[in-house]
């Protein structure tokens, strides 16, 4: 009788992912460089705000690509970038394809009655980080409360 392999935990509550690794992983197959640096960097502010310290960041080694391979290139220049702000230390994993990525200390997300964002339909936050990325501007969490505070009040109708 043949055995069966144990299928992996769908537990919502377990800490391991699809990838066999303890930490968040984000997966970046499949994107342009510009996709992938702009999903990354938004996911590590998201991973930051959580409390997460330690992340990884999977970009394949390239082997399906025609010509060089991109994202390893692109996310680890998003990465040097980003060093000091949200990255602290990061490195290729060994065999390459993914980049382990300790974040730096921050701000954690405070319960919905301390928050000092105010409260908004789900993604405002991001849509804020994502006007200040565009911008070129690391979002400090001053920076998205006055960002979110302005999409509120531009929907609203409100003027300043």
């Known amino acids: 009788m043949s055995r069966r ?29 510009p996709e992938a640096e702009r999903e990354a960097e938004l ?20 082997l399906h ?18 060093r000091g702000s949200v990255v602290q230390t990061y490195e290729p994993e060994p065999g390459g394809g993914a980049y382990r990525i300790r974040l730096t200390k921050g701000e954690r997300r405070k319960a919905p009655a301390d928050r000092t964002i105010p ?14 990325a565009d911008l070129g501007i690391a979002p400090t969490p001053a920076l998205l409360e006055a960002e979110v505070r302005r999409i509120i009040k531009g929907r609203s109708g409100e003027t300043e």
């Open 5 to 33: 392999r144990k299928s992996p935990s769908r537990d919502p509550r377990s800490i391991r992912n699809s990838w066999g690794s303890v930490y968040p992983t984000l997966d970046l197959h499949g994107r342009t460089a």
């Open 43 to 62: 996911w590590l502010i998201d991973q930051r705000f959580e409390g997460e310290t330690m992340v990884r960041l999977v970009t394949g080694r390239g």
């Open 65 to 82: 690509s025609v010509g060089s391979p991109i994202l390893p290139g692109a996310i680890e220049g998003l990465l040097s970038r980003l």
């Open 119 to 132: 409260e908004a339909e789900p993604g405002v936050l991001r849509e804020a980080a994502e006007k200040l």
